[in-house]
């Protein structure tokens, strides 16, 4: 058994500045399931939003949040995100994040995406998440209170009713986390006073996605089954725009592209976001998404295109290297021609349900980041918005953490039961869990994508049934490996984002149910929340 003051499940921008928060004061052990960069943070290209210029205004920030999340956003929320934005973001400058400086020099150079009225997103051209997340690694590395552990993978949440059984009411206390020693193969117990889990999302719940192979929504699926609350799992965000190319696995173009002046148009050229939406080219991602799906259903063709032809070669190379640089190697020149795009899973707007110091339903657990559902983002989340919300979050979480500290309660003296192998033996077809994962992601994306259906709702919770109960059996007949445990969280979270759709009859964000096109305020102008109590 291994034993710590604070475990975090996650090396994001949201683990890791938590834990430098936290270290001055406890011991810190981060755990994270590949290489510490192996993040949805280090693929984030646009950049964080805050009211960085005296153009902006807070409340304008706070209105762009408000009217993106189509009536579902917490309003107290939204305002002390908006309010503590500009001074997380000179924090990060602080920590040695190198955001891209206007021509003077004298200021930042904000960038304008969908949804914004002004421009307001600070960047390091098209790699922001990449440069946080390595100036983030560079205070962490080394730090004598934090210790790093690489292929290390959180299985379950270790409860205290499970040791001292329950007491009461009282809700029950995260104690750590079983963890999976991807090395060694062996399950280690993880205990700890406080549990962050920093997870990220659950792109790969779906067939396309723009995230990394790690989101598989593993905080998310743990919380749940210990028995927290979790909240708005229908509300997933599909990148309007990543690249089509079979080769070019999990790459988005930029929705800053747009926001310099990419306009989306049909293989013939034909621009066609004004026929969709007043805002045109710089709506929000939901409707950008649902626009593009229409299109490529009326005509049938595979994708649509961003041009940024017509802006000058030399801004484009500079402003966009990175995506410059990888659609010249997959043979398309976006100086010169359009980029070929079309929708791809992106973004859990919902998550584990916290409260305003990101703080879960269940004693000592906290979930930031990703992985928590805050209020913030509502039923559609404005761009740029996610890595803000992650460092405000962080900071709050840390304040709470440090003034409760002398407070909490120590660990229980009983010793933790190790992690049960029982009859359980070593998986020889790995077919088993392939089969399944590819079983899974394809239904998601054919039948709980951008546009539902109550009937298609319906249809793939028969459909998920059988494969639900296999692997519930594998998971418990052979030892736990990497690729088991996944396949066992994306079951999971596919199977709540199911529920919280067909719960959810009406169309509001980024849930679209073609049976019921219009809001209804009066029934579902809440939050959907579930546990295992209700399911």
């Known amino acids: 058994m291994f034993a710590s003051d604070v475990l975090v499940v996650g090396s994001g921008v949201a683990g890791l500045s938590f834990a430098l928060k936290v270290a001055s004061f406890a011991r810190v052990t981060l755990v994270t399931k590949k290489a510490c960069a192996d993040t949805a943070t280090n693929l984030a290209q646009g950049g964080i939003a805050a009211v960085l210029s005296a153009e902006d205004s807070f409340d304008a920030h706070i209105r762009d949040t408000l009217l993106s999340g189509d009536g579902l956003c917490h309003e107290d929320v939204v305002r002390l995100v908006v309010a503590e934005g500009p001074t997380r973001v000179r924090e990060l400058m602080d920590f040695g994040v190198r955001f891209q400086r206007g021509e003077t020099g004298t200021g930042l150079d904000l960038g304008m995406e969908g949804g914004h009225s002004c421009r307001r997103v600070a960047h390091a051209f098209d790699l922001t998440g990449r440069e946080i997340e390595s100036a983030l690694l560079q205070q962490v590395e080394g730090h004598a209170s934090i210790e790093v552990l690489e292929n290390h993978l959180a299985i379950d949440l270790l409860l205290e009713s499970k040791i001292n059984g329950r007491s009461g009411n009282k809700p029950d206390r995260c104690l750590g986390a079983y963890v ?94 004004h026929k969709y939406d007043p805002r045109g080219d710089l709506a929000t991602r939901d409707t950008v998404a649902r626009s593009i799906d229409a299109e490529m259903k009326q005509s049938g063709a595979d994708c649509v295109y961003v041009d940024i032809s017509h802006r000058d070669p030399d801004f484009v190379r500079k402003r966009f290297p990175t995506i410059y640089r990888t659609c010249r190697q997959y043979g398309v020149d976006i100086t010169q021609e359009p980029i070929p795009v079309v929708p791809a899973a992106h973004y859990m707007c919902g998550g584990i349900l916290v409260d305003t110091w990101g703080r879960a339903s269940i004693d000592c657990l906290l979930a930031l980041g990703e992985t928590a559902c805050t209020g913030l983002h509502g039923a559609n989340r404005l761009a740029s918005n996610s890595l803000l919300e992650a460092v405000v979050f962080a900071h709050r979480a840390a304040i709470r953490v440090k003034e409760s500290w002398p407070d909490l309660q120590r660990l229980p003296d009983k010793p933790v039961v190790p992690w049960r192998v029982g009859k359980a033996r070593p998986i020889e077809e790995n077919v088993l869990i392939s089969h399944n994962w590819d079983q899974i992601r394809r239904l998601m994306w054919n039948y709980v994508g951008i546009v539902r259906r109550e009937k298609r709702l319906q249809l793939v919770r028969r459909r998920l049934a059988p494969i639900l109960e296999e692997i519930r059996e594998h998971f418990y007949d052979y030892l736990p490996t990497a690729d088991i445990v996944e396949l066992r969280n994306i079951a999971v979270v596919a199977t709540l984002i199911i529920k919280c759709a067909s719960s959810r009859k009406e169309s509001r964000g980024l849930h679209y149910m073609a049976d019921y096109p219009a809001h209804d305020d009066e029934h579902f102008g809440r939050d959907t929340v579930l546990d295992k109590t209700g399911q």
Do not use: W
């Open 180 to 273: 999976l020693n991807r090395e060694t193969g062996e399950v280690e117990v993880r205990t700890a006073r406080i549990t962050v889990l920093c997870t990220g999302g659950c792109g790969k719940v779906y067939l396309y996605t723009t995230n990394p192979d790690i989101a598989t929504g593993d905080g998310l699926a743990m919380a749940f089954r210990a028995g927290a609350k979790v909240a708005n799992l229908e509300f997933v965000q599909f990148h309007p725009t990543c690249f089509y190319n079979p080769q070019a696995k999990n790459f988005l173009i930029s929705e800053a592209v747009r926001g310099e002046g990419g306009v989306l148009v049909d293989a013939s050229g034909t621009p066609f976001m």
